[in-house]
């Protein structure tokens, strides 16, 4: 296996964990399993519905696939959008939970990551 194969390997099996965890964690507080405080709902959803995205995600980079690359693109500036206007809700007074700025800070870094990353080791196949 080639290094550029075992990165999107890599790269594929954190975007599924990701990516299960997330839609794990916000289907449960959707479903009301779990009480996470001041919940900003529009983040909640985003959050979830990208949950399945990251598995889309991963399983494209673990397949070695060049979309894959593409949707880790648009995943990293989706979230980015939405960090902005949770931002922008905090600002205007919104309750929120410090929890959600780290998990939106910890998902942007992780999604700008994977893009880079994944954008290298295609282009070196």
Known sequence: MSKSNLTLRILGGIGIAFGALTVISGGSTLLGGLDMGAVVPFVLWFNTVAGLAYIVAGA?????????????????????????????????????????????????????????????ALATR
């Open 60 to 120: 494209g980079l673990w397949a070695g696939r060049r979309w894959a690359w593409l949707l880790s693109v648009v995943i990293f500036l989706a979230t980015l959008l939405v960090f902005a206007a949770f931002g922008f809700s905090v600002l205007r007074g919104g309750a929120y939970e410090m929890r959600t700025v780290f998990a939106m800070a910890l998902r942007s870094a992780v999604w700008g990551a994977i893009a880079g990353v994944a954008r290298g």
